[in-house]
Structures are given as structure tokens and as C-alpha cells.
């Protein structure tokens, strides 16, 4: 099992950037492949980038495909998501999850953090 603690969110300007964290605890990250969604009010939970176990392959979702960027550091047991050109579209709550195989819109992850609130102001 591993546990996952999101960081990094916060209220930014249209424009802006913002780099959120996901640290695991419990097991090693580089058992899992992991990743992004996230949930805006009155929203379905959406799927936004995850990224292989190695960091080798990353998948995006279209809506933040060349203004998102994934990565991972397997040595410090913490992801990234490194976030720019925000929009007021972007603001929700945003949830690290992990799974023993890689995911994107169809495969619900087993492992997910608590969430952390990106918001992004017009």
C-alpha cells in the first residue's frame, strides 16, 4: 500500500504558474505508475496526466496538453505536475493517484491522495 499527500496548490492569476507535489509514503514510488485528475465544482472527476513507473512515457489530457508537464523523482518518492498558462478553467481540486499499472481516462487508479485546491483567478 502507499500513501499520498498532495502539496503545492494555491490561487494564482490567469497566466500564471503553480507546481504541485505528491509525496508517497509506505512503498516506493517507482512500484507505480501515477498521476493527475481533478474536480471542478459540479464536475465530474477528470483525468489530467500520469506517467510511467520509469518516467519514460507520459500521457495528457487534451485540455493541458502543452501547458502541463509530469515528471517524477523515484529517489525522493515524489511526482510533480508542473502547471502553466492557468486559465479560470483550470481551478479544482486537483488529486495525485498512483496504480501498479499505467492509467489514463479509463483505468481508475487504486491509491489516491487527499487533494489539493488549485484556484486561478480571470
Known amino acids: 500500500q502507499v500513501q499520498l499527500v498532495e502539496s503545492g496548490g494555491g490561487l494564482v492569476q490567469a497566466g500564471g504558474s503553480l507546481r504541485l507535489s505528491c509525496a508517497a509514503s509506505?512503498?516506493?514510488?517507482?512500484?507505480?505508475?501515477m498521476g493527475w485528475f481533478r474536480q471542478a465544482p459540479g464536475k465530474e472527476r477528470e483525468f489530467v496526466a500520469s506517467?510511467?513507473?520509469?518516467?519514460?512515457?507520459?500521457y495528457y489530457a487534451d485540455s493541458v496538453k502543452g501547458r502541463f508537464a509530469i515528471s517524477r523523482d523515484n529517489a525522493k518518492n515524489t511526482g510533480y505536475l508542473q502547471m502553466g498558462s492557468l486559465k479560470p478553467e483550470d481551478t479544482a481540486v486537483y488529486y495525485c493517484a498512483a496504480d501498479q499499472a499505467i492509467f489514463t481516462t479509463k483505468r481508475v487508479p487504486e491509491y489516491w491522495g487527499q487533494g489539493t485546491q488549485v484556484s486561478v483567478s480571470s
Open positions: 506517467i510511467s513507473r520509469s518516467g519514460g512515457s507520459t
Open positions: 509506505g512503498r516506493t514510488l517507482s512500484s507505480f505508475a
